[in-house]
């Protein structure tokens, strides 16, 4: 799949789910070592909604051709939850609504799919960019770039009208390659719009702060960092109790031998025995037969 969308007619316009196609990427990862990532662009519609996306540009260093561009979104699904998977809420006050049973949550559709040939950047907001430099730079490969958006699948498999969205997931990826690659994003002409809905009274509605999202990044990589722990931990202790119970099989089978060589040896310790004391009660008998011989005068 993850080839058909690099390999295909730059017309292919299927949307191809994200958790597929990291998923096929990571099974043949040599497959697409030739892919890197030279620019990134954060973009939102002008519309009440204000949908939010981001396109990768991508080049292909094994035959040099042109760049094609990647359309990654995040937007709210149709399909039932997954009963394996729990709802987080983001924060107290959604855990208190959710409670409530006001909030609205639906599984996500994250999907990538390439950029239609009539796309026109001058009608949408420009929120901003990354520019991760040339190819021979390498600072971001596409399987890297897999993976970035699979730690934001993550993170939150679900969508949320007031959290996890599509300027969550947008912000959210671009927080991350800036973590990895060590470069800054720069704003946008309309950066001032990202994370906004609508109008009230002619202002916008602020919905997510870009703090916001660090936040989250940085306590989703504590509770990474407190699980890992938590399993060296447990690691450590199951080691040490097979040690323990190695030593204790061992001690078992020492002593079960010992006890095997001691019912071995026994019949011939008392044939042994029983010899001696045969022999200790001849040679009484004779001293006895001896002594009792009348003595010649």
């Not at 983001?90 to 390439?114: H, N, Q, V």
């Not at 004391?277 to 011989?293: G, K, T």
Request: net charge positive.
């Amino acid at each position: 799949m993850a080839s058909m969308l690099l390999l295909t007619d730059p017309n292919f316009q299927e949307l191809l789910p994200i958790p597929i196609l990291c998923a096929d990427v990571a099974k043949s990862p040599k497959q697409y070592e030739k892919y890197w990532v030279v620019d990134i662009i954060h973009f939102k519609e002008r519309n009440k909604v204000g949908h939010e996306f981001v396109i990768l540009s991508v080049f292909d260093c094994g035959t040099n051709r042109p760049l094609f561009h990647l359309c990654a979104e995040r937007r709210p699904s149709r399909r039932k939850p997954d009963e394996q998977k729990k709802f987080e809420p983001s924060s107290k006050l959604a855990l208190c609504i959710s409670k409530l049973g006001f909030l609205l949550t639906s599984p996500s559709d994250d999907t990538i799919s390439r950029l239609r040939e009539n796309f026109k950047a001058d009608n949408y907001d420009h929120l901003a960019s990354l520019n991760l430099g040339s190819p021979s730079l390498k600072k971001l490969s596409f399987l890297a770039a897999c993976q970035i958006f699979e730690q934001v699948e993550n993170q939150a498999w679900y969508y949320e009208l007031f959290r996890r969205q599509c300027y969550w997931f947008c912000t959210n990826f671009l927080k991350r390659v800036e973590g990895k690659t060590e470069l800054s994003k720069i704003a946008g002409k309309h950066a001032d719009r990202q994370g906004t809905y609508g109008r009230i009274f002619g202002r916008r509605i602020k919905v997510l702060e870009e703090d916001g999202v660090k936040s989250d990044i940085r306590e989703r990589n504590d509770r990474q960092k407190d699980q890992a722990k938590k399993q060296e931990d447990e690691d450590r202790e199951g080691m040490k109790n097979k040690m323990v119970d190695a030593m204790q099989r061992r001690e078992q089978e020492r002593l079960a031998a010992l006890e095997t060589t001691r019912q071995a040896i026994q019949p011939m310790l008392i044939t042994t025995q029983a010899r001696q004391e045969a022999e200790v009660l001849a040679w009484r008998s004779m001293f006895s037969r001896i002594v009792a011989q009348p003595r010649s005068t």
